[in-house]
């Protein structure tokens, strides 16, 4: 009999209740999982949370297990020394805010030591909070010698880099699109930031929500070679608790892995404004594009939300053969100083859809399958890529506080007032003219 398959998921938030336990009891559910598999909870938030499906009291000291079938599952409130109290694990899952992944991670490093080596340690994007950390990690981790255990990232929106593939069908890119000539990222949500989330969030919605664009890119470009970045808005809801900001659009320049070729891409990102829209292009020659579409959407029929597609744009958007894309906008400028722009939602441009590949539905249990059963994997990222993630991110965070200050400067400047009485911008609707989506006419404040 084959021995017992155990994984360890440090932490119980959402997205452990919305994706990770699911996928497993999926995973226990069906007919291919033949081991036992135990999946340990770890608990490490003050005061712990149990979280709702746990029926059963607990104290500090106490392990409440309950089984289904081949499932045993552990909920364990944590401490200092909770990884000394867990047996080696095939896989440790970092499920925490990106300010505490690293503690955690080396941690698991420090109380197994050279027993850690047997592990897959899998980290949710962003993967560290800045460059420090990790390093700091990696040190650690290169202290373990040869056979030291092999360090992942998770983006749930790279997972779909696999129905990319299915789209290719083996063939290179540049056969569907000719070659890439740039990429442009748009991921925008109505509801404002969660106020539970707050305090895992004060490094900005850019880092939290820029970072997908980055994993994907990574199976493109060399993320090393980023250049030429730019802000070209950014701003923050006046509210209370959320210093950074909540939107940006930014551009920069990166080099395509397979030719060296710098190409531009363009990050638009923002809660609270617009309407939500989830997508990424790679636009090729031609008036090709491949579109990973991660919208949830039926208000356009027949349009391929939740999917990867390779499409042409029509020349005309009256197009009567083409489909509506329900994305684009064009920008009309009016008659404003020079700090303030009217932008108005204007015509949209017709795609021909060309073939069409949907998402994983389950990513997550896709993923369990690999680690656990031997199946294909999800896209994850290497450690090196990772790394090569966060140091964007950092880079990304000096250019909007030069951008934040050099706003402030020119505020003062023609307002003649202290910038510290105002919060930073100073308007309710901070929101990039890209998020414009159909919500009528606005005026958005620039640098």
Known sequence: MAAPKTIVIEGTGDWVRTSYRPAILSLASSAGLQDELTVWYIDRSDPPREPEWRSLEWGAQELHSGREGKLAEVYLPGNSDTWRGIPMADAVCVVTPDFTHMDVAEKYLEDHGPAARAASILVEKPFAHDMDAARRFRRQLESLGTGRPEVRAIDHYAFQISALRNLLDGKPIQDLIGEIC????????????????????????????????????????????????????????????????????????????????????????????????????????????????????????????????????????????????????????????????SYTKAGTQSLEVLDVTGFLSNPYRDLFEALL?????????????????????????????TFRRDYWRRYREKSGRRSQKYRWPPYATGAPFEAQLGNGRRIYRTA
Request: charged content about 25%.
């Open 182 to 341: 740039r990429f442009e990222f748009y991921m925008l949500e109505e509801t404002e930031t969660e106020s539970h989330r707050i305090s895992s969030l004060q490094g900005g919605l850019t880092r939290d929500l820029g970072s997908h664009f980055l994993a994907i890119l990574s199976h493109f470009c060399d993320l090393s070679s980023m250049s030429d970045i730019q802000i070209h808005c950014a701003g923050s809801h006046l509210r209370s608790g959320y210093s950074a900001e909540t939107c940006s659009a930014l551009s920069f320049v990166v080099q395509l892995r397979d030719s060296g070729q710098s190409v531009e891409c363009t990050s638009v990102v923002g809660k609270g404004i617009g309407a939500t829209v989830k997508f990424c292009d790679i636009h090729g020659e031609d008036n090709n594009v491949i579109r990973l579409e991660f919208t949830h959407g039926e208000s356009v029929v027949d349009y391929p939300f939740r999917s990867a597609f390779h499409a042409r744009w029509m020349d005309s958007e009256h197009d009567a053969t083409g489909l509506r894309d329900p994305h684009r906008t064009v920008i009309a400028t009016g008659d404003r100083p020079d700090d303030e722009r």
């Open 373 to 401: 059963i031997g199946r294909s994997t999800p896209f994850l990222l290497s450690h090196v890529d990772a790394e090569y993630v966060v140091d964007a991110l950092d880079r990304w965070s000096g250019a909007l506080s």
